[in-house]
């Protein structure tokens, strides 16, 4: 009964792979974000999807693709993967019509770049 | 866009002591603002939050403070334990539908 999961929880690639991300939310909300995390655990948006569509996409290479198939789900796909991509990255959703509603992590998933 | 800065980065406490982490914020339209904890390998989690129509929230032992005048609010911890020990983030966003920006977190330590 998680409310906002992940997979995969860790991911060690080698540089130059392409790998995904998944997402999925089951509380209802309507949108969802991706968010990186750094060494210095900075948290940093990267992406954001209300009802399926983008309404957030901050200065992230274009080699990260966001894909929304539909309003609890959020996948971010990494083509031709760098050391400096190396993180955690965090799914999150929210509901824009819910008073009080925060922000709900998911677990996030530690990419390690070799 | 709206800049978060949040200190300080680290913070060592003994326990039953308060502890206090101060962010300020640059948009002045700015209405929510969320803290969170995160605990060493898991998620941050929402542990209290403030809208910009209310100066003080309370819930146990944390409370947050804001100051919409000089855009800055604050968190504290009374009678700290071993199991705040964390890294706390305070964030802050405008309307409905735009990001939440966080600051760069403050490391709590307590130590028993």
């Known amino acids: 009964d998680t409310a906002v999961s992940q997979t995969p929880k860790y991911l060690v690639t080698q540089m130059g792979n392409d790998k995904s991300i998944k997402c999925e939310q089951n509380?209802?909300?309507?949108?969802m974000y991706w968010y990186k995390q750094d060494s210095k655990k900075f948290l940093k948006i990267m992406f954001s999807?209300?009802?399926?569509?983008?309404?957030i996409n901050e200065t992230v290479p274009n080699r990260f693709s966001p894909k929304s198939p539909d309003k609890a789900h959020l996948n971010l796909h990494i083509n031709s993967l760098e050391l400096g991509d190396s993180a955690v990255y965090f799914c999150a959703s929210t509901s824009e019509t819910l008073t009080g509603a925060g922000y709900t992590f998911g677990s996030g998933t530690r990419l390690t770049v070799v | 866009g709206e800049n978060v800065e949040q200190h300080p980065s680290t913070l060592s406490v003994q326990e039953g002591d308060s502890a206090v982490i101060k962010c300020t914020y640059s948009d002045s339209a700015s209405n929510y603002f969320p803290w969170y904890k995160q605990e060493l390998g898991k998620r941050p989690q929402l542990i209290i939050d403030?809208?910009?129509?209310?100066g003080e929230k309370k819930d146990q032992r944390i409370a947050v403070t804001l100051n919409k005048t000089a855009k800055h609010f604050s968190l504290h911890i009374t009678e700290t334990q071993p199991e705040d020990s964390a890294v706390y983030f305070c964030a802050a966003r405008k309307a409905a539908g735009n990001k939440l920006t966080f600051g760069g977190g403050t490391r709590v330590l307590v130590k028993p």
């Open positions: 999807y209300n009802n399926k569509e983008l309404i």
């Open positions: 403030i809208r910009s129509n209310v």
């Open positions: 509380l209802g909300h309507d949108t």
